[in-house]
């Protein structure tokens, strides 16, 4: 069994660039794959491994300055869901593109247990801060879809929008929390009086909140071959399209514009016969590699 740790936390660190020796040493000194980020505002990433290497990087990352209240959200999983380990400098742990400091300001968390009285207020205009294709396989129940394509693109949609939510408060929700943390912190910089965000995003709702007291409807894309998680945290019934990143539905594997690792319905006409040659051979690569293993 895997161990998975989802985390993230605002903080400012001076020369981020230094981190990065010694959180990959660990990492790999503990067989602990996935993706760790680091910029000037904080850290952000979700790794995979045996219990006692997840608890060493989470250690670790927990001894960095700003971070001993690291956020962090756990599940297991039968397979290793990342292929290699990455530990990457960035501008920013979450690209929104504007000027924002969620270590000095955000919104106000409400805790999973009360976010079903948020969705049900009729005075309450609950934004999905998420990706278009994130949102097509599941979010709450009268949830507004901004349909973006990146995080980045969230800032001239509430510009173009802000109009229509005059006189209402303002909830938002995310996969692990990270985006709302942010976008929270934005948005009252931008005079928005009171901005509420679900603490532990989405992940942890589906962990604490019982299926039988949940608002939320489908699946939770999330950032790693299990593509999709559901109550309780467990794997959902969506696959990846390792051509574009979206995720498949099971209707949709059946469609005769999915090849594995090549196309799906969503980006048949998205790329050239040259884009899909090397799609292609990177995944009998992948293939071959696989069998080499078994």
Known sequence: MYHIAAFYKFTP?????????ALRAVA????????????????????AGPREGVDAVLAHLKSLPGCASLECKEATAEAQPFRRLKVRLK???????????????VGTYVEPEDWNAVVSDPDIVVIDTRNDYEVAIGTFEGAVDPATSSFGAFPDWWNARKADFEGKRVAMFCTGGIRCEKASSWLLHQGVPEVLHLKGGILKYLEDVPESDSTWQGECYVFDDRVS??????????????????????????????????????????????????????????????????
């Open 229 to 294: 998680v559901v109550h309780g945290l467990a794997r959902g019934s969506h696959r990846m399209c390792h051509a574009c990143g979206r995720p498949v539905s099971p209707e949709a594997l059946k469609s005769p514009h999915y090849r594995r690792g090549v196309s799906c319905s969503a980006c048949i006409d998205e790329y050239s016969d040259a884009d899909r040659k090397r799609f292609s051979d990177r995944q009998d690569q992948i293939d071959r590699a696989e069998s080499a293993h078994e």
């Open 13 to 21: 660190f001076d020369d981020p660039d230094a981190l990065r020796p």
């Open 91 to 105: 501008r920013e742990i979450v690209t929104l593109g504007q000027p924002v400091d969620p270590s000095a300001r």
């Open 28 to 47: 790999e000194a503990e067989e602990v794959r996935g993706t760790i980020l680091v910029a000037p505002e904080g850290i952000n990433g979700t790794v």
